[in-house]
């Protein structure tokens, strides 16, 4: 395996002109930059990251902690995250927290314990101690989708607001009237927000939200499963069941199918969080869609301005009503989808320093 010496030998130039070229130092010629380029290709020399990270006190390495591997968002969402990491140049290392807060903290602890230069984070809950001290320690951190409020932490994250009310618009133009919602975990920030956003939309339009129509699930099937089997045995079960989130809409499914009953026929289905599986479900899922690799791409290049020390800042961008046939729509085509229109407006995003 060749040597930064033999590097330094086959292009002519000191070690230390060598050293300044792979890390980008400004001080070097253009002439001796090709050289040193030309001597590493031809060597195919690779230099060792443990031995810079030693040098440098940088590993180029992120951590990722997110909140469920299964679920198809965060998978997309990690694969942006990983693609934009590489692109500028660093390597990223994931956790899955599997919505455990111990979990979670247990990746943050082994993560940090690794070196990394920054840590984006999904939090499992409104509050971890250990997140809390890496912050005011200094670690450069950025929250993305969701966060920990009180914390001086960048966080990126899509607006649902605005599409959630356009979903509760929609359906009571198709005349629904009666909507329940299956919450996500309340000491997440997304699961309070969703309901809340829900039950703010409802009262614009003069609807109520019955507790018994507020079912408390964890973002996982299951328990979208168990919620929904209690809105049906409810004596006047709601027209409408909206899951805030995609695994929570296919455990709904999944108990709607289970009693014999048919999706709009029988009752309308809705999901925050629209997947790649919702057009191939039969009929397809109603949704509001994030833009998940631009959530991705943007929590990278939050957290690399932090650890590069430019002012951090937060980033929030537009959520989307996709309209697709669960809920009893004419027609049945995706606004957007049927005329080959982006799958997301070209709103710019929201910017605050954090």
Same mark, same amino acid.
């Given at each position: 395996m060749a040597s930064i010496k033999d590097v330094a030998?086959?292009?002519g130039v000191s070690v230390a002109t060598v050293s300044r070229v792979l890390n980008d130092h400004p001080s070097v010629s253009p002439a001796a930059r090709a050289? @040193? +380029?030309?001597?590493?290709?031809?060597?195919?020399y690779r230099p060792n990251a443990v031995a810079r990270s030693l040098r440098t006190d940088q590993t180029r390495t992120l951590g990722l902690v997110i909140?469920? @591997? +299964?679920?198809p968002y965060f998978t997309e969402l990690a694969?942006?995250?990983e693609e934009e990491a590489r692109a500028l140049g660093y390597s990223v290392i994931i956790g899955n927290a599997d919505e455990r807060?111990? +979990?979670?903290?247990?990746?943050?602890?082994?993560?940090?314990?690794?070196?990394?230069?920054g840590l984006l984070v999904s939090p499992t809950d409104g509050g971890s101690p250990l997140m809390l001290d890496a912050a005011r320690a200094g670690t450069p951190m950025v929250f993305v989708d969701r966060w920990i409020p009180g914390m001086n932490v960048p966080v990126v994250r899509a607006d649902g607001r605005t599409a959630i009310h356009d979903l509760v618009t929609h359906l009571h133009r198709l005349g629904h009237r009666r909507l329940a919602i299956i919450a996500g975990p309340a000491a997440t920030t997304t699961g309070s927000e969703r309901v809340a956003a829900f039950r703010d939309a409802l009262q614009e339009?003069?609807?109520p939200l019955p507790d018994a129509y507020i079912g408390q699930g964890d973002f996982q099937a299951a328990s979208g499963r168990r919620v929904t089997e209690e809105f049906l045995d409810l004596p006047e079960p709601p027209e409408v069941v909206f899951a805030a989130d995609n695994l929570m809409a296919l455990g709904a499914l999944d108990a709607i199918r289970a009693r014999g009953m048919r999706v709009p026929d029988d009752i309308a289905l809705a999901a925050f969080d629209d997947i790649a599986w919702f057009v191939h479900t039969d009929p397809p899922i109603t949704a509001i869609a994030q833009p998940t690799p631009e959530l991705g791409r943007a929590a990278v290049r939050?957290?690399?301005?932090?650890?590069?020390?430019?002012?951090?800042?937060?980033?929030t961008l537009p959520a989307r009503l996709v309209v697709r046939r669960s809920?009893?729509?004419?027609g049945g085509e995706s606004r957007g989808e049927s005329r080959g229109e982006p799958p997301y407006p070209h709103t710019s995003p929201q910017r605050s320093n954090t």
């Open positions: 030998a086959e292009a050289q @040193v +380029l030309a001597a590493v290709e031809t060597l195919g909140s469920d @591997v +299964l679920n694969r942006s995250v807060p111990e +979990l979670q903290d247990h990746h943050v602890r082994t993560l940090l314990d690794r070196r990394i230069d339009y003069g609807l939050a957290l690399v301005d932090r650890i590069e020390g430019r002012p951090p800042q937060s980033v809920c009893g729509e004419p």
